[in-house]
């Protein structure tokens, strides 16, 4: 029986437009209703976070669709997703203080790669028992 690298894309796509919808409501809400003290930036920080994720998760399905060559969870997508929403939180907070350059992004860029690729050999490095043993 063979079983799919991955899993539907409905409930991936379904979980990107939740996302999606949540962060930017919660954006547009902050950006037309409240001033920028502490608490709404740490908010705008968060629901950008929803945003970028939601955005991603599609992309992160079909990057896994094209080159994965074992099967691949819903945990490792939603956390490829989560890299690129922190890739852009990051971003976004060095520019505020106008610290951002192409460098700095490359270089933020590659460490998140890498603490994939790092994240990715750690789990198939790991023991699993065999699950189809001749008892």
């Known amino acids: 029986m063979h079983s799919p690298f991955l899993s539907s894309f ?4 379904l979980t990107a437009v ?5 962060g930017v409501a919660g954006l547009l809400v902050l950006l037309f209703y409240t001033e920028p003290t502490l608490g ?5 920080f968060f629901f950008l976070t929803m945003t970028g ?3 991603a998760l599609p992309f992160a399905y079909f990057l896994q669709r ?13 956390r490829e997703a989560i890299w690129f929403a922190i890739f852009v939180d990051l971003t976004i907070w060095l520019q505020l203080g106008r610290v951002l ?9 590659g460490g998140l790669v890498l603490l994939e690729v790092l994240l990715r050999l750690g ?3 790991a023991f699993k028992a065999d699950e189809t043993s001749d008892e």
């Open 123 to 125: 789990e198939s490095a």
């Open 40 to 44: 709404p930036r740490w908010l705008f």
């Open 18 to 22: 939740l996302l999606v919808l949540a």
């Open 53 to 55: 994720g939601g955005i």
């Open 66 to 78: 094209r080159i994965a060559t074992r099967p691949v969870s819903d945990g490792v997508l939603i």
């Open 101 to 109: 350059n192409g460098m700095i992004a490359i270089f933020l860029a």
């Open 10 to 13: 409905s409930k991936i796509f």
